[in-house]
């Protein structure tokens, strides 16, 4: 699991790499088992074949194009490799691939399809250049390389600032266990440290922050606004704890925070929100 570049955490979630070539596996270990997922995923085999052989609990056989989209799937899902297989798997939140290729996302729940059937002409040419890459960091450079322009034009209108934010944290993360000598979880948070300024936990902090706030103003704007409900949807103990943490990161209490923002010209930052 590779990270994509910053520019890209809210388009793509990782790049997967797996590779059984040279190894000595029985039938058994040639069945690939994935959990039920939002995500969706373009997928290339530059060597040996894969079949879906159970969508939950009916089995099926359906072959994988050599260049194919996968869809979000409800549950899980066990495909097969008959002989030994290379392949990469880019996997993007379902917001990007509906922005990019204007499919609607619901058509493709529990499928896999060829990547034409989604995407135009130039996607494609794209994928076969890829496929003919000579190694795994040349091809997901053709990938960023060809995405990262497209995503620059729908990425406002397909995810919040609020997701952005947490994206480019997650994203940090997974750069962080992948760089330098050791992968432990103080030399992560080390480095983390060191690219952010601060640890971890206080990223997610404000990330959880931010996106309770910007559900609580949508909620203060109609005057439907429970803070007991926005502090369980957020994930805090309580509206206690959530209220410790904004008065943390604001130095205002949540309602005093959209009292300003509503009424105080030296709130205007807070006013700046994808809605």
């Known amino acids: ?11 793509v979630r990782g790049h997967i790499v797996r590779s059984t070539v040279g190894l000595e596996l029985d039938h058994e270990q040639r069945f690939n088992h994935f959990p039920a997922s939002p ?3 373009i997928c290339w085999l530059f060597q040996g074949d894969a079949a879906v052989v159970r969508r939950g609990d009916r089995w099926i056989h359906e072959a994988t194009p050599r260049i194919a989209l996968i869809g979000p799937h409800s549950g899980p899902v066990v495909s097969h490799n008959p002989g030994a297989v290379e392949a990469l798997m880019v996997a993007m939140t379902p917001a990007a691939v509906q922005a990019l290729s204007g499919v609607s996302i619901s058509a493709l729940i529990n499928r896999v399809v060829p990547l034409e059937d989604v995407f135009d002409a130039s996607w494609l040419t794209m994928a076969q250049t890829v496929l003919q890459a000579p190694d795994d960091a040349s091809r997901i450079h053709l ?50 440290k060191h690219w952010a300024g601060m ?14 706030f910007f559900r609580a103003a949508l909620a203060y704007e109609d005057g439907s606004l429970d803070l007991a409900g926005v502090a369980a949807d957020g994930g805090y103990a309580d509206q206690a704890h959530m209220c410790r943490e904004v008065r943390r990161i604001t130095g205002l209490s949540p309602v005093a ?3 300003a923002i509503e009424q105080d010209e030296m709130y205007w930052v807070y006013r700046l929100r994808d809605v």
């Open 257 to 259: 925070l959209l009292k």
């Open 143 to 192: 990938v960023e390389e060809f995405l990262e322009p497209r995503w620059a034009l729908v990425r406002d209108s397909a995810v919040s600032r609020a997701d952005r934010f947490r994206y480019w944290v997650e994203n940090l993360g997974l750069r962080a266990l992948q760089s330098g000598v050791g992968s432990s979880l103080r030399q992560a948070e080390r480095r983390i």
């Open 39 to 41: 995500l969706c995923a």
């Open 1 to 11: 699991m590779l990270a994509p570049r910053p520019s890209l955490a809210a388009c």
């Open 199 to 212: 640890p971890m936990r206080d990223l997610r902090r404000m990330v959880r922050a931010e996106d309770a």
